[in-house]
């Protein structure tokens, strides 16, 4: 889990600087931000090896479950676990991020202990 | 002669035999002995053990606590910084948005500020207007009702602190927390409903409030300033140069 590159999209500079101070526990960590889908996927296409992919759902341009939606269509993304941060909390919510492939649901505000414990769930040791 | 022969084997024999049960008498004494310290030292152990069983329970238990200290700081640490990130007082505003939402798990707010010319507290942001409609357009005059009330006293309101609370409406919301500087009330937040994945306000809650209410109103105070100085540059500048070109 050392040295693993977090790929974070967040519209919300407050959040997206909460999140990236919660990941700073795994050790050499880096952080890369996106600020809504098409960015993330402009990242994604970049060079940077991503482990792992941090979304919202609603944010400007493209929202996280399109975001989630053609990263599991892209054969070499496929396979990078993704966590949906949001403050959609209903079931109906819950149930479509999961079935469109997220690995994870967190509702906010988030408690950052969990958000750690779910990501060391999801990573390889 | 036969006879004394077969007594002495005999007496040989139970001589050897009587060693040996006495030797064996000896061992038993032994291994009593051993087991009794033995007994005392699993005792000793079992006790420990128990003793380290409850120290691991604290610790867990405190582990728990200072992660949710971390939690706490983290977010503390977040707003306080967003909130000095900037003089544009839009952004401030958002900021203050950014917070109650994913901080605090608001669902409906308004932020209101207090003109100091009429004394009327006004909307100059909201969110979640199809719950509580009306709260984009709240117009209160200080010392009036509980949001009036809260500009003017300075003093937070929680609904569920309060006696006589019947329903949430825009004059009763499940919070109002001034935004001071020093003893001045620049304005207020006023949170009506939560997330539905948030049941009730939590500890850290009230320290996002106290935060808020000190660095929400500096920034807003600064970002105001900032802007009305800009005018005044702006304006000082076109009359300089007016004036530069007329002479």
């Given amino acids: 889990m050392d040295n693993a590159k977090f790929l974070v999209v967040e519209d919300s500079p407050t959040m997206r600087q909460l999140i990236a101070f919660s990941l700073k526990r795994f050790r050499n960590a880096q952080v890369i931000e996106a600020v809504d889908g098409v960015d993330a996927l402009k990242i994604l296409a970049g060079p940077e090896k991503i482990d792992l992919i941090l979304t919202d759902i609603n944010m400007p341009v493209m929202d996280g479950l399109k975001l989630v939606s053609l990263v599991r269509q892209n054969s070499e993304l496929r396979d990078i676990p993704i966590i949906i941060i949001t403050t959609e909390g209903a079931e109906e919510d819950r149930e479509r991020g999961l079935a469109l492939g997220a690995n994870a649901y967190i509702c906010k505000p988030i408690q950052s202990s969990h958000l750690i414990k779910t990501i060391s769930d999801l990573l390889p040791a | 002669m036969a006879e004394d022969q077969r007594f002495d084997k005999f007496l040989e024999l139970f001589n050897k035999g009587k060693e040996f049960t006495e030797e064996l008498l000896r061992e038993n004494q032994r291994l009593r002995y051993r087991l009794a310290t033995i007994e005392g030292e699993v005792k000793q152990l079992e006790e420990r053990f128990h003793e380290i069983e409850a120290e691991n ?132 937040i006023a949170i009506y409903k939560l997330l539905q994945q948030k049941e009730a306000f939590a500890a850290v809650d009230y320290e996002l409030f106290a935060l808020l209410a000190a660095h929400a109103a500096t920034a807003v105070f600064a970002s105001k300033l900032y802007s009305q100085s800009e005018r005044k540059l702006n304006t000082i500048q076109s009359f300089l140069d007016l004036l530069t070109t007329t002479s």
């Avoid at chain 2, 900021?95 to 608001?106: D, K, Q, R």
């Avoid at chain 2, 909201?126 to 500009?151: F, H, N, Q, W």
């Avoid at chain 2, 499940?174 to 001071?180: D, E, I, N, T, Y």
Wanted: aromatic share 6%; charged share 25%; no cysteine.
């Fill in chain 2, 57 to 188: 329970k604290d610790f867990a238990a405190r582990y728990v606590e200072i992660e949710e200290q971390n939690n706490n700081l983290a977010n503390l640490y977040v707003a306080s910084y967003q909130l000095h990130s900037t003089l544009d007082f839009r952004e401030v505003v958002q900021i203050v948005e950014e917070i109650l939402i994913n901080l605090i798990g608001a669902r409906t707010f308004a932020i209101l500020l207090l003109d100091e010319k009429t004394n009327d507290l006004q909307t100059v942001a909201s969110e979640g207007d199809d719950a509580m409609p009306g709260i984009d357009k709240i117009s209160v005059r200080l010392g009036e009702g509980v949001l009036g009330t809260v500009a003017h006293g300075g003093e937070s309101y929680y609904f569920s602190q309060d006696p006589r609370a019947g329903a949430v409406g825009i004059d009763r919301p499940l919070a109002a927390v001034p935004l001071k500087l020093k003893d001045q009330v620049i304005g207020l």
